[in-house]
């Protein structure tokens, strides 16, 4: 009987040894196997991060060439605006000043209009290098007017002379004066 125990605890000692090594390439096997799932997962999220990025940018750049179209159309009007009044002045040196404005929005407006906004950025980028000073001056200056617009537009303000209501006159001597206001209780 010794033997047979000693023959059974070998077999199980080996069944044991199986099962352990059976169990930890299995556990090496699903590692692995989460890992490449893991790498899957994180690379289809990479493309699809990039390829929202590129949507997101393929519309802002259509948005902006439209954008960049109304500009021209708005400084195409604004020139011949700025040509009719200088046509219709007697000459003069305002007169050659509106002219020279008139020429000048007509040449932005067709800058904008060709070169889109991809042609006012690069124009910018050109100006911020040669005159980095004007530059910023000016970009601090139309910051500065944005803000005091949006600021005006947000604030539901009504013109300054229409801020107070006429207060009704009353006839002398109503006793309006000694009179308390009502008190409110909760």
Known sequence: MAQSDSGDSTSQGTTVAEVKDQAVDQAHELKDTAVEHATAVTQEAKEKATNVAHEIRQELETQGESQAQRVATALHDAGRQLHGMADGAESGPLTQVTRQLAEGTER??????????????????????????????????????????????????????TQRAPTPSLPAGSGTGDVAPPTVQP
């Open 108 to 161: 932005l407006a067709g800058r904008v209009e060709d070169g889109g906004i991809h042609g006012v950025g690069d124009e910018l980028r050109t100006f911020a290098r040669r005159q980095p000073v004007l530059f910023l001056v000016a970009a601090g200056t139309a910051g500065f007017l944005v803000t005091r617009m949006l600021r005006h537009a947000g604030s539901g303000n009504p013109a300054p002379d």
